[in-house]
């Protein structure tokens, strides 16, 4: 990979023109001993357009399981026999009391997440009702909803309610859509979004990586996103359940991830761009560098699966240089650092080695 031609896709997107197809392909297929110089390449897109602030945002799974829908990589859906809670709606006073901790923790956003092919008139009330809770107590907070398929007049609804944004993955490209869900289409998707986006709802889309897809199918959903014009574009890799179609799945590396986060970058150079489900167990010890090209990440758990602590995250973010975007310097600064724990095992003692 030539140094100029990493440097004129930096180049296009500090002037918001997105990388070319054939750049991202290029991008996917580079070897891993360039991941560093990859990640420093789409480091420099996102400082100008994000400075150094990540955005939190937390989920709220508000009812769970028992979906109809038979979609292979999720743990609620139909065909799924994984062990996930199962739950009916939260009551909407245990959902801001949530969105009120998440918002004290420095999250900017909540999304109100309920498992199921579409929302029906009850659920639109139930999820107008849990609005309203978290808006008495954290008026300034965004909250994004994800029921599923939407009509015009439900994308309305949700607007008028108080809805900031309206979460739909297209999950993988049209091409091999039939592949991992029968029970609605990629069209279906499309529908959604696109009434959303008339209704006044921000756009919240983006996919889910690890599933088998091609460098070519990779690229094929990056621009199908761009052509959305999504506000926000989260970025999951497969958790691979057992008891799901897809388990035993672990096709991704981190550095791969990374690949397809700078990917994303520049095509969305001033995008927020989320790191979602999935971080923790494929970047792994990788995840500070990934902060260096997304801006935003969920903060804690996610809907079937439990993720790092959120001290954790916080302190990530810190460790490498980053700032809690709403936080001010002082809150963000860094606290005394943990002393040094005595060595009681291996040589010298009749504990076994930490080997």
């Not at 029906?120 to 009330?125: C, E, I, K, P, V």
């Amino acid at each position: 990979m030539p140094d100029a031609w990493l440097q004129g896709m930096v180049a296009a997107a500090l002037e918001r023109r997105p990388a070319t197809p054939a750049d991202g392909l290029a991008l996917l297929a580079a070897d891993d001993e360039l991941t560093l110089d990859v990640v420093a390449a789409a480091a420099r897109v996102r400082r100008r357009f994000f400075g150094n602030r990540v955005k939190l945002n937390f989920l709220i799974n508000v009812k769970s399981g028992a979906c109809p829908e038979d979609c292979a990589y999720c743990a609620q859906g139909r065909g799924s026999a994984a062990d996930v809670l199962k739950y009916p709606w939260l009551d909407p006073g245990e959902a801001a009391e949530l969105a009120e901790r998440a918002s004290a923790a420095g999250a900017r956003r909540v999304c109100l997440v309920a498992a199921g092919r579409r929302p029906t008139s009850r659920d639109l009330a139930r999820i107008t009702d849990t609005i309203d809770a978290i808006r008495d107590r954290r008026p300034g907070l965004e909250v994004c909803v994800s029921l599923g398929l939407l009509q015009s007049a439900q994308a309305e609804q949700l607007h008028e309610a108080g809805a900031s944004a309206y979460n739909h993955n297209l999950n993988t490209s049209e091409d091999r859509y039939g592949e991992i869900c029968t029970t609605h289409s990629y069209a279906d998707r499309l529908g959604t979004l696109k009434r959303a986006g008339r209704a006044g709802l921000s756009l919240c889309s983006g996919a889910i990586f690890g599933m088998g897809e091609t460098d070519e199918e990779v690229v094929d959903i990056a621009f199908a996103l761009r052509d959305l014009g999504p506000e926000s574009v989260p970025v999951n890799f497969l958790i691979p359940f057992e008891g799901t179609p897809l388990e035993g799945e672990w096709r991704l590396t981190p550095q791969r991830c990374l690949r397809i986060l700078a990917l994303l970058r520049f095509v969305f150079p001033d995008v927020e761009l989320r790191l979602a489900g999935g971080r923790e167990i494929h970047l792994r010890s990788l995840q500070p560098l990934a902060l260096h090209v997304a801006n935003s990440i969920f903060l804690g758990d996610y809907l079937t699966s439990e993720g790092q602590a959120a001290d954790l995250d916080i302190e990530m973010i810190r460790d490498a240089g980053l700032l809690v975007e709403g936080a001010g310097e002082a809150e963000t600064a860094d606290g005394p650092p943990e002393p040094a724990v005595p060595r009681r095992r291996g040589p010298g003692t009749e504990a076994p080695a930490n080997v």
